[in-house]
């Protein structure tokens, strides 16, 4: 079975991120199949267009 994640990301609620919010969002989440210390991608777009956030991040022991 291949890893999958769920994450949360804080947007103060109305389901969009704004120039005034985007220094300060939070994105967490957790991990199913994924090993502690394992590297995942991770892609961020946006319906409306922009730029795409393409990074990775490390799985830790909480998952």
Do not use: C, F, K, Y
């Not at 769920?6 to 704004?18: F, P």
Request: glycine share 14%; charged share 10%; proline share 3%.
């Amino acid at each position: 079975m291949s890893p999958t994640i769920s994450v949360a990301i804080n947007d103060g609620g109305d389901g969009r991120l704004n120039a005034a919010e985007d220094s300060s969002v939070t994105i967490s989440g957790t991990t199913s199949g994924a090993e502690d210390g394992q590297t995942v991608s991770i892609n961020i777009s946006s319906s409306a267009g922009g730029t795409p956030i393409n990074t990775t991040a490390t799985v830790n022991s909480n998952g």
